[in-house]
């Protein structure tokens, strides 16, 4: 069973900035497809960034493009978030998923979450 711990969340200053990481254990994190989501209170779950298995392909949400990066160490079966120039309206809860091939069916696992806050 995969699972898949977040950590570095907090309270951040609008424009300062804050690293996620997202740590996992079980199964082969070299051929998962890794990324990050969130959740604003009141607000759909919404992706932020995405990573192939090899760190070779990225995507963002437009919202996020040119502030925040993901990245990944497959030896240390870690995947990141750098986030910078932060808003309040990327105050969310943020959650990691790993995603899998297992039989012929993809197979998704999440993380419990970390809050950041942006606020003066």
């Known amino acids: 069973q995969v699972q898949l711990v977040e950590s570095g969340g907090g309270l951040v200053q609008p424009g300062g900035s804050l690293t996620l990481s997202c740590a996992a254990s079980g199964g082969q994190f070299s051929s998962f497809i890794m990324s990050w989501y969130r959740q604003a209170p009141g607000k759909e779950r919404e992706l932020v960034a995405g990573?192939?298995?090899?760190?070779?392909?990225?995507n963002y949400a437009d919202s996020v493009k040119g502030r925040f990066t993901i990245s990944r160490d497959n030896a240390k079966n870690t995947v990141f978030l750098q986030m910078s120039s932060l808003k309040p309206e990327d105050t969310a809860v943020y959650y990691c998923k790993a995603v899998r091939l297992a039989a012929l069916k993809y197979v998704e696992y999440w993380g419990q979450g970390t809050q950041v806050t942006v606020s003066s």
């Open positions: 990573i192939r298995s090899d760190g070779g392909g990225t």
